[in-house]
């Protein structure tokens, strides 16, 4: 359970599940899992039935650790774990690791005061506080706390109880005998599963023998299981001694397939000559007279609300990008690369727009909105782009009334007032929106499927999509999975397809009337209509508009994985470094060590040898020379990485070919007989990993920060590169060039078909990145098992802060680039 009345569950088959408060229904999320704990920011935590445990950051599951056998965390965002040792850990969120705290578990609970509760491997209760650990009386198989010391456990023999502080005592909550699990809401309403794998839900607990008005509390409401029937649900009056309880209802909501009526756009007639013309691949659909309905009071005089009669004909408008967006105005903007276009009638292009975003909308005066590679929102107030302050979001839709909703990282739904500077909660979920002119909205699932909501509540439809448009007149345009163009038909509640000839549609936009522009495959624009409009003002908008768009404050991924037929692309604008301290013609390999400096290494080969190291300047905004041993000697550096104490981990191949730990400008070599060595890592505890080789075996050895000697890590013996993340998780590229990540028994590859890759890299806060044979850098997406591509990232050479910010080293001008905050 979470503070904010969330509760997550495994189901039986391993899905994670997060009951939605609001709706009343469980929501699944990606993966298969054992065990889920709540946490801050609706980011739950997970452990796998390998003992792996995992945090969500909102789009895909990060793996931070092993041989766990219980997590527990509170809104705070303190998590502890168990590991089968019985030992107990907890997380350090400024070093990505986790620090060892005296103490035995199997089973944890953190309460929101911070205070940790603990069932030992032998049943014990146990509780720490400031004071140290306290034993508690009884015995437990499992344990749940809220605020003000309200804890709730499960006994060895499946009965219930509850603490009472005061009396030091546990009363049994009657009516319950065969419990296996518990969670408590924060006031400590219990929510159980049973050994049947049913779901009891308390609503409220009444304390009536001795304990204060203030007691008394309200807890979740609702009483539901997974995928189950009300009469699959025990839902028994639950009583204890002392204790009186109402009955929960147990009644889940309905989710029926949904016959959305949104504003109707009436049928449309194909032409029957028009080469580019759109064709509907259902007969005798629409008549092809005008329809000339308005869409909703506010705008009923507005011609854009109108819905076009006739036929579409598409016309290539020559140029290319990534999405489109339309006012309703007939404003027409577009991102190619992370760069904004608005398009001219009069020159018949995209003109650049200054600013950079990656995904785009447009309100009705015509002003662009949009969200940074970082996930911050910004809005154009007419003279200049202005950010919204401690919003972030994945998606954003602007309705022809003016409404903006967004999603954010988690899927959640919110309406952002119109000047920018509130943000309400609404009832939807998705990765995708879409609003309509009467402020109702449409919604990508995460599953794909589409999600009508409006005031009587969200409805789901049997339609997959993964690109979504509404017109000014309420026309509802998407794209399939199949790269099939489709419209909403109110008459039919079904939507009908628009082929356009030898054309492979992935994204579409639309406009006023309803009209829609086409992104293809290829990335070009088709245009069903060039919207009349006053353009005069256009350039003088441009020059008034600043080209920085950093902003400030909190950031998330913009990705949309869930959906089928999307892909996660990151549209990233770079900034050139200062390099001049390093000579031209040299190329400069990268590394950003554990004390987050960027060190830079520049030699250039032959005869002569130039070998210089440089830091990075954050104040300076350059690299300067740092002095070091590897630099005066001239060193060919082959690879090299930095601990946290700023030890300079190196290996040579000239003046000669070694391991080198240097610190202070003095080297030690450390060496493993018989072998020589090719590469290394340092993981974020300090540990250092190395490959060592002899004939054609390449094996990896690791060496523990308080350790003075090198140790085989296993037996496997093909290696070319190596990285390591958070909790020892190593990932290697191996001699055939495959990407291959630790399973504790052997290197598998990832994904299984297999993914080639030159070099891999492993951020410390677990994200994994590679750059392939053709030089592009790729992220690992956990939750689809894929490597996803990052635009514009060609390089040399290149590593990622912390935070995510991928450096480039291009070429050997030098020229090296950052990814912009």
């Not at 904004?340 to 950079?356: D, V, Y």
């Not at 005066?632 to 191949?653: L, P």
Request: hydrophobic share 35%; net charge negative; with cysteine.
């Amino acid at each position: 359970m979470t503070a904010i009345g969330e509760a997550y569950a495994i189901s039986v088959d391993g899905t994670p599940l997060r009951w939605d408060p609001q709706e009343e229904r469980w929501r699944s999320m990606s993966g298969s899992f054992a065990r889920i704990t709540g946490a801050a920011e609706r980011r739950p935590w997970v452990i796998d039935d390998d003992g792996d445990v995992y945090r969500y950051n909102g789009l895909w599951w990060e793996r931070k650790g092993s041989d766990v056998v219980d997590v527990a965390g509170n809104a705070g965002g303190e998590i502890y774990i168990a590991k089968t040792d019985g030992s107990v850990h907890k997380w350090l969120e400024l070093r990505h690791s986790w620090e060892t705290i005296t103490g035995i578990a199997k089973r944890l609970a953190v309460d929101p005061d911070g205070r940790l509760w603990a069932v030992t491997p032998t049943n014990e209760i146990r509780m720490l506080d400031d004071d140290g650990w306290h034993t508690l009386p009884g015995q437990a198989r499992d344990i749940a706390a809220g605020v003000n010391q309200r804890v709730a456990k499960v006994h060895p023999d499946g009965r219930v109880m509850l603490w009472r502080m005061r009396d030091q005592r546990w009363f049994v909550l009657k009516g319950v005998d065969a419990a296996t699990d518990i969670a408590v809401t924060r006031s400590g309403a219990p929510w159980i599963i049973l050994q049947d794998h049913s779901i009891l839900a308390k609503v409220r607990i009444a304390i009536s023998s001795g304990i204060d008005q203030q007691d008394q509390e309200t807890g979740a409401e609702g009483l539901s299981a997974p995928e189950a029937r009300p009469d699959d649900i025990k839902a028994d009056e639950i009583k204890a001694d002392e204790i009186s309880s109402d009955t929960p209802s147990a009644s889940p909501p309905a989710a029926p397939v949904a016959r959305a009526e949104p504003p109707r756009a009436e049928p449309i007639s194909p032409p029957p000559s028009e080469t580019q013309t759109a064709s509907n691949d259902q007969s005798g659909l629409g008549s092809g007279e005008r329809t000339e309905r308005p869409v909703s009071d506010n705008i009923s005089d507005d011609l854009a609300a109108r819905t076009y009669s006739g036929t579409l004909t598409f016309t290539d408008t020559r140029e290319s990008a990534d999405r489109v967006a339309i006012g309703r105005d007939g404003s027409v903007f577009a991102i190619r690369g992370g760069d904004i276009l608005r398009w001219s009638n009069t020159r018949q292009r995209f003109n650049e727009f200054p600013g950079s975003l990656v995904r785009l909308a447009v309100d009705p005066d015509g002003n662009p909105w949009g969200v940074s590679a970082l996930g911050r929102v910004f809005r154009h107030t007419g003279r200049d782009w202005q950010q919204l302050v401690g919003q972030t979001a994945a998606d954003i839709s602007i309705g022809a009334n003016g409404d903006v909703v967004t999603v954010n990282a988690q899927g959640r739904l919110n309406r952002i007032e119109r000047d920018g500077t509130v943000a309400t909660s609404i009832d939807g979920s998705g990765v995708a929106v879409g609003v309509m002119p009467d402020g109702s909205a449409w919604m990508i699932g995460e599953n794909g499927f589409l999600q009508y909501c409006d005031e009587t509540g969200c409805k789901n439809v049997s339609q997959k999509a993964s690109s979504l448009a509404i017109g000014s007149d309420g026309a509802v345009w998407i794209v399939t999975p199949e790269s099939l163009l489709r419209r909403y038909n109110s008459d039919t509640a079904g939507f009908e397809t628009i082929r356009i000839t030898g054309q492979t549609p992935q994204r579409v936009a639309a406009g006023p009337q309803g009209y829609p522009w086409v992104v293809t495959q290829d990335g070009s624009v088709l245009s069903s209509q060039f919207f009349e409009r006053d353009e005069s003002n256009d350039v003088r908008v441009a020059a008034t508009t600043s080209e920085e768009m950093d902003g400030r404050g909190d950031t998330t991924s913009v990705t949309s994985n869930a959906v089928e037929g999307f892909t996660f692309t990151k549209n990233i604008r770079f900034d050139t470094v200062n390099t001049d301290a390093a000579p031209s013609g040299v190329d400069i390999k990268l590394a950003i060590g554990n004390n987050n400096v960027v060190y830079g290494y520049s030699y250039s080969g032959g005869q002569t040898q130039s070998g210089a190291m440089f830091v990075f300047d954050e104040r300076r905004k350059r690299f300067v020379s740092e002095a070091t041993a590897l630099g005066n000697q001239n060193a060919n550096v082959q690879d090299f990485d930095i601990a946290s104490n700023g030890d300079i981990w190196a290996y040579t191949t000239s003046p000669s070919t070694g391991l080198f730990r240097e610190r202070n400008n003095s080297q030690l070599e450390f060496t493993v007989n018989g072998l020589t060595p090719e590469g290394l890592s340092v993981s974020p505890d300090d540990t250092v990993y190395a490959i060592f080789y002899t004939g054609g075996d390449y094996w990896l050895y690791s060496k523990d920060p308080d350790k003075s000697s090198f140790s085989r890590f296993s037996d496997y013996n093909s290696l070319f590169d190596v990285s390591v993340g958070p909790g020892d998780d190593v990932w290697i590229v191996d001699r055939n060039l495959y990407v291959r990540q630790w399973t504790g028994s052997d290197f598998e590859k990832r994904p299984r078909q297999g993914q080639k890759a030159q070099a891999i890299r492993v951020s410390r806060n677990g994200e994994v990145f590679i750059r392939s044979v053709d030089n592009d850098v790729y992220r690992w997406n956990t939750t689809n098992k894929s490597f996803d591509l990052i635009k514009n990232s060609r390089a040399e050479n290149f590593d990622v802060q912390e935070d995510g910010r991928i450096w480039l080293s291009v070429d050997n001008t030098p020229l090296v680039k950052r990814a912009r905050d």
